[in-house]
C-alpha cells in the first residue's frame, strides 16, 4: 500500500508540473515514427506475517517473511508516431521463510526466467511528460527450490495490459514508472518429489508491490 502511495503522489507531482510547462508551451510530448528505445526496470517487494500454529500440544508463535525482486531489461521501436513494438527479458528471484519459536521451519526460493513481446502507446500531457499503456504477451519459467532441495517447475502465460507514466529528464533520457496488470494467466506446473501436475488459469486485476515497477529508458 505504501508503494501504492508513493506512485499516486509522483504522478500528482509529474502531472502538476505538465500543467506548469503547458503555461509556457501548448505542445505535448510526442515519439516520431522511428525511434528506439532501450530499457531498464525494477520491482522490489517484502511482506512480513505472523501466526501461531499448535505442535505437540504446545502453541507456536511463528512467523513468516518474503523478499523478492525483478528486473527487466528491454528494445522498442516506433512504427508510428507514439507507438512501439517491443521485445524484453526478465529475471526474479523470491525467498520465503518461515519459523515457529526462532526456529526455521522451511525456506524455499522462486527463481523465474521471462521473455515478454509488447506494444506501447504513448499519450502526451505536458511538454516532459507522458502516459502509457503497455499490452504485452509474457512467457516465465518458474523454478522452485524448497529446503534446498529441487521441488517443482512451472510454465506461466499472462497476456494483459499494464498502465504507467513517462518522465524526460532530457532529450535522450526518462524516468518511468508503472503499477498494476490487467489480463489471463495461465499456469501449468510439475513437482518430479511428488509426481503431481496443476494447471491453472485466472483473469483479474493485481495491484500488488511486486507489480510496481521502476526504470530508466534511454531514447536514441
Known sequence: MKKITLFVCLL?????????DDKNTADKLTFDKGTQFVNLNFSLNSSQSDFTQQMQGQIGNGESDAFGFQINA???Y???SDLFLGIGLGYSITNLKSEINNVTQNESDNKSYQIFPYVRYYKGIGKKLALFVQGEARYFRIENDLNSLNN???????????PG??????KNLAIETSIGALGYSHRKGESEQLDTETTGNSFGLSLN???LFFGLNYYF
Open 152 to 162: 517443482g517447475t512451472s510454465d506461466n502465460f499472462f497476456v494483459g495490459v499494464r
Open 209 to 211: 508491490s511486486s507489480e
Open 12 to 20: 500528482c507531482i509529474a502531472f502538476v508540473n505538465a500543467q506548469d
Open 74 to 76: 528491454s528494445y522498442a
Open 165 to 170: 507514466i513517462t518522465l524526460m529528464l532530457n
Open 78 to 80: 516506433a512504427i508510428s
